[in-house]
């Protein structure tokens, strides 16, 4: 650089305004903020479209900053329900002082909206289906989702408490049932929403049969299956006793409840297992229990309805009235008489290969995406029939 060129920066450079170093801002700016982890690369959200699209940055975004709502990520923390559902609801039929109190979590329909009934499998609790109530509704924001404990499972309670609990068929369909009758009673309802029943594993054999009774008429628009058939059900039911030997019989905290259902992949996704998990356990008041969280569901005791729960459960599922939908985990679950009955068009059937047993949880947002679509093909406001030969000819028009 020449001696010219040297003296005119020298100029330029001291008419500027000198500016003072804050370290305690460098050090701000110098931050790296913690970025919100994907759930397992086996949940749903790994596999979605979302997880894929390009992120364009705007003057008004904060790109690093901590994301609201539940925090996801490698956290065991639990997330309570109220981050999925409006209310709870504590519902008592008092004409029968043996009836039981059913707790449901419930998020109202808006308008005409669907409303989507849920009941989990043996062992499990409502909160099985927040995580894919969430999801239903983000893509049909009219719909509500009303998701029960059944009679021995969760917060619902039997009179006298502690009383031998029965879980037949037929007494789960009653409470089903009921519930949905008592929440329209509750919520003052003149009528009916449109019903979709959604049940997983024994659950999906409770819709059935309250579909097949035909007590809730024309509000019923259909209902979906999640994997369950009568013939490996039945089959599985044989090793039952052996994957109960093989379970924890407690855990030290509530954390690694919830860690043990991720890492042996009965849930493959963290924030359902973080949601879902919590109700699947209770403290034990024994004092000096190193393992004090305790199922709170005897799966064993309940080894007198097993059967009862799933014989007869094909031909039930394909012969009563409405919109059927059965999404498995795979194909090999399918016996002869659903093989049969998918072939002649009976029912819709989705396999999700890469979840586990409890689909809804494992792929929440694939299963609503599954269950919005079933809705849509069997509601019945969305139908436009041709008008009728009478009312064209009083027309004038010709036919």
Not at 289 to 305: I, V, Y
Not at 372 to 393: Q, S, W
Request: aromatic residues 8%.
């Amino acid at each position: 650089m020449s001696d010219l060129q040297k003296a005119w920066a020298k100029n330029r450079l001291s008419a500027l305004p000198a500016e003072s170093f804050d370290e305690r801002e460098e050090d701000e700016n110098d931050r790296i903020f913690e970025l919100p982890e994907h759930p397992d690369d086996d949940s749903s959200s790994a596999s979605s479209a979302s997880s894929t699209g390009t992120v364009i940055p705007s003057p008004s975004q904060n790109l690093f900053a901590r994301p609201q709502g539940a925090p996801r990520g490698r956290t065991l923390h639990q997330i309570p329900w109220t981050t999925y559902f409006q209310r709870e609801l504590f519902l008592h039929d008092s004409s029968n002082p043996h009836n039981p109190t059913i707790h449901a979590y419930l998020t109202s329909p808006v308008g005409k909206g669907p409303l989507f009934v849920m009941h989990h499998g043996a062992g499990s609790s409502g909160l099985s289906f927040a995580v894919v109530g969430d999801e239903i509704r983000k893509r049909l924001p009219s719909a509500g989702i009303l998701s029960i404990d059944a009679r021995g499972h969760g917060s619902t309670t039997t009179i006298p408490d502690g009383e031998s609990v029965s879980l037949s068929l037929d007494t789960l369909s009653a409470d089903l049932l009921a519930a949905i009758f008592l929440t329209q009673k509750e919520m003052k309802w003149s009528e009916l929403p449109p019903i979709i029943l959604v049940g997983h594993s024994l659950g999906g054999a409770v819709v059935t049969e309250v579909a097949r009774t035909g007590k809730l008429g024309n509000s019923l628009l259909g209902y979906a299956v999640l994997d369950v058939v009568e013939g490996s059900a039945i089959d599985a039911l044989q090793s039952m006793h052996s994957y109960l030997s093989t379970r924890p019989a407690g855990f030290p905290t509530l954390e690694a409840g919830i860690d043990w259902h991720i890492r042996t992949r009965t849930i493959r996704n963290s924030l359902s297992a973080r949601t879902s998990v919590p109700a699947l356990l209770k403290v034990s008041e024994t004092a000096g229990d190193p393992r004090p969280w305790k199922w709170r569901t005897d799966l064993g005791a309940t080894q007198p309805f097993w059967e009862n729960w799933f014989v007869g459960l094909s031909k039930k599922f394909l012969s009563a009235r409405g919109g059927k939908l059965l999404l498995l985990a795979g194909t090999d679950r399918l016996d002869t008489e659903l093989t049969i009955g998918q072939m002649q068009g009976k029912y819709a059937l989705q396999v999700f290969p890469e979840a586990g047993h409890f689909i809804h949880e494992d792929l929440p947002e694939k299963t609503a995406i599954s269950l919005v679509d079933f809705h849509k093909r069997n509601d019945r406001g969305a139908l436009v029939l041709p008008p009728k030969v009478g009312e064209l000819l009083k027309q004038g028009k010709k036919v």
